[in-house]
C-alpha cells in the first residue's frame, strides 16, 4: 500500500514539475532568468511572483537586502562590524538562491572552477556553506541587473571577476 502511495506521489511531482517547466518557457522574464547558472524554472518563477517590480531597488545591493542573504551589521563610529547573516528578508526566494547556489559549487567543485575566478578564491579561503551564502547575494544582484536592463545572464569576466 506504501509503495502505491509513493508510485502516485512520484507521477504527480513528475506532471507537475513540467508543469513548472513549461510555465516558466512560455513567459519571457523566467526563461531570460533560467540563463544564469544556479536558476531554475522554479525560482524563475518564484522571482516573477514574489518580487515587487525591480525598479522599487536603486541598486542590486537593495534587491540583495530585501532578500535577506546579507550579513547584519553592528556598526558604529565609522567602524564596520558585520555579523551571522540576517533571517530577515524574502524567505522562499532566498532559499531558492542557496540552493541554486549550492548546485553551482558541487557542479565547480566536481568539474573545477575556473583559476583565479571569485568562486575558486572564495572556495580556497571559506567553507562551502559561507560561499553558497555569499554567492546567493551575487546571484540575486545578477539577477536585478538583468531584470532591470532586459538582458540574458552574461557570465563574469574571469580576470579579476
Known sequence: MLLEQI???TDRIKVLKARIAAMSNEAEMPRRLQTMPGVGP???LAVETFTPPMEQFRRGRD???WLGPVPRQHSTGGKQKLGKTSKMGQR???RLLVIGATAVIRWASRRGAPKGSWLARMLERKPIPV???ALANKMARGIWAMLIRGESYRGPV???A
Open 7 to 9: 508510485a502516485q506521489l
Open 42 to 44: 522554479i525560482t524563475a
Open 63 to 65: 534587491f540583495a537586502a
Open 92 to 94: 522562499d526566494l532566498r
Open 131 to 133: 560561499v553558497a551564502v
Open 158 to 160: 574571469l580576470i579579476g
